[in-house]
């Protein structure tokens, strides 16, 4: 508003000054019908300028009536996109998390009742908000999938892989235990921890892709602004 204020003025200040000029020059002008055809060709140019100036502002209104429109429409996808986005996040958080209890509790079964249940616990707690997460970016993905991208069940199928990724991680560390530590054979407990970690590689650069996918689709609706 004070911007506004400021420029209403100096247009003001502009206007009542250009009246005077022209009413000083005119107490010095002999030449009468010359100087009224002049302030006529200066008040057509005007004209022409004006009408030049709606039709610029008529362009700009329609552009912006467009722009306006496109972010209406625009505007729920970016909600999608972004509210998946941050329930990923949530997941790869929580699932390193869960893997730290849960690998603590798989690898040290001489610890004393106490302590491992309270890493069942926590185990527990943070399987049940990545097992939400999960639920709220499956919702994600089947909005992207039917009103974004409209390829079926692309994004849903990712979600599926990515769920399965953690999935293996979980029934690997359930179902298998943890070699006995031998200094004389280090066989058994290298195969298990490279098996670990490709599980644990398969789950991150699933992570990573769908990251990526998503801020390619972000970024293809930002252009179509």
């Not at 306006?68 to 958080?93: D, E, H, T």
Request: glycine fraction near 4%; charge should be negative; aromatic fraction near 16%.
């Amino acid at each position: 508003m004070n911007v506004f204020f400021k420029f209403f003025w100096a247009f003001l200040c502009f206007a009542v000054g250009t009246a005077g000029a022209f009413i000083m020059i005119s107490g010095y002008v002999s030449d009468r019908v010359l100087f009224s055809q002049s302030l006529a060709d200066i008040g057509a140019f005007g004209s022409f300028l004006g009408g030049c100036a709606t039709l610029v502002a008529s362009i700009a209104a329609i552009i912006g009536v467009n722009t306006w429109i496109k972010q209406i429409k625009l505007g729920p996808y970016f909600g999608y996109i972004w509210s998946a986005k941050v329930a990923l996040r949530k997941i790869n958080n929580e699932k390193m998390s869960w893997y730290i209890f849960k690998y603590q509790l798989r690898n040290n079964p001489d610890l004393p009742e106490e302590v491992k249940d309270q890493l069942s616990g926590n185990i527990e707690k943070h399987k049940k908000e990545l097992e939400s997460q999960f639920d709220i970016l499956k919702d994600k993905f089947d909005h992207i999938d039917q009103i974004i991208t409209k390829n079926d069940y692309e994004w849903v199928n990712h979600l599926s892989r990515y769920r399965r990724a953690y999935k293996d991680i979980d029934d690997f560390l359930t179902t298998t235990n943890v070699p006995v530590f031998d200094e004389s054979n280090l066989t058994e407990f290298l195969v298990d921890n490279s098996k670990l970690v490709t599980l644990n590689s398969h789950f991150s650069n699933y992570y990573d892709f769908l990251c990526t996918e998503l801020d390619k689709l972000e970024m293809k609706h930002s252009e179509a602004l």
